[in-house]
Nanobody
Framework: QVQLVESGGGLVQAGGSLRLSCAASGRTLSNYAMGWFRQAPGKEREFVAGINWSGGSTDYADSVKGRFTISRDNTKNTVYLQMNSLKPEDTAVYYC????????????WGQGTQVTVSS
């Protein structure tokens, strides 16, 4: 059973930074394109960023371009999301998943990590 575990969230002031991590147990992530998603209260989960298996290609939602950076370390079986210049509207629970483009593939989601940005 593959389990995705997100971490690194927290409370930060607007303009601050956080680095999220996504690790997997039970399966190596190096063969998969990975993505980050987020879900704010009362809203649907949305795509934030994606990265191909090697890390050589990335994609971002328009709302985070220039502020967020997705990366991966396949030797550590971990995917990261560096979030800079955070805004209150970035407040959400952040999740990772295997992706096909911007579409999540695996049915089982991790518990997510809460990011709260205060104004």
């Amino acid at each position: 059973q593959v389990q995705l575990v997100e971490s690194g969230g927290g409370l930060v002031q607007a303009g601050g930074s956080l680095r999220l991590s996504c690790a997997a147990s039970g399966r190596t992530l190096s063969n998969y394109a990975m993505g980050w998603f987020r879900q704010a209260p009362g809203k649907e989960r949305e795509f934030v960023a994606g990265i191909n298996w090697s890390g050589g290609s990335t994609d971002y939602a328009d709302s985070v371009k220039g502020r967020f950076t997705i990366s991966r370390d396949n030797t550590k079986n971990t995917v990261y999301l560096q979030m800079n210049s955070l805004k209150p509207e970035d407040t959400a629970v952040y999740y990772c998943n295997v992706v096909a483009g911007s579409v999540p593939v695996w049915r089982n989601w991790g518990q997510g990590t809460q990011v709260t940005v205060s104004s």
